[in-house]
């Protein structure tokens, strides 16, 4: 079973960036997509981002379209989340995952993903 290790969280005054690295123990995201999920204290782990294994299909949630991106020219063994304009709303826990299935779709659930990082921090104060 793959395994995935997040890292690049920390403290961030508002309007700062932070690079997020999700990295894989093989060559998984040469064979399935994956996502970045987040999850502040009392909500539900919510998607803010994924992107087929081809890089075909990119998803940005509404909330932070226009500030956070996955970038695609990046090893088969690693993929990233750009955070730009960061918010005090965009704190949580931040963790990547990849999905059950091999298919070329974004996967919008959780329950459709198998395997979890265990997740980095992200808090955005003054």
């Known amino acids: 079973q793959v395994q995935l290790i997040e890292s690049g969280g920390g403290l961030v005054q508002p309007g700062g960036s932070l690079r997020l690295s999700c990295a894989a123990s093989?060559?998984?995201?040469?064979?399935?997509?994956m996502g970045w999920f987040r999850q502040a204290p009392g909500t539900e782990r919510e998607l803010v981002a994924a992107?087929?294994?081809?890089?075909?299909?990119?998803y940005i949630a509404d909330s932070v379209k226009g500030r956070f991106t996955i970038p695609r020219d990046v090893a088969n063994n690693a993929r990233y989340l750009e955070m730009n304009s960061l918010k005090p709303e965009d704190t949580a826990v931040y963790y990547c995952?990849?999905?059950?299935?091999?298919?070329?779709?974004?996967?919008?659930?959780?329950?459709?993903?198998?395997?979890w990082g265990q997740g980095t921090q992200v808090t955005v104060s003054s």
């Open positions: 995952a990849v999905p059950r299935q091999r298919e070329s779709r974004i996967f919008m659930r959780p329950d459709e993903y198998s395997n």
């Open positions: 992107i087929t294994w081809n890089f075909s299909l990119t």
């Open positions: 093989d060559r998984t995201f040469s064979l399935y997509g």
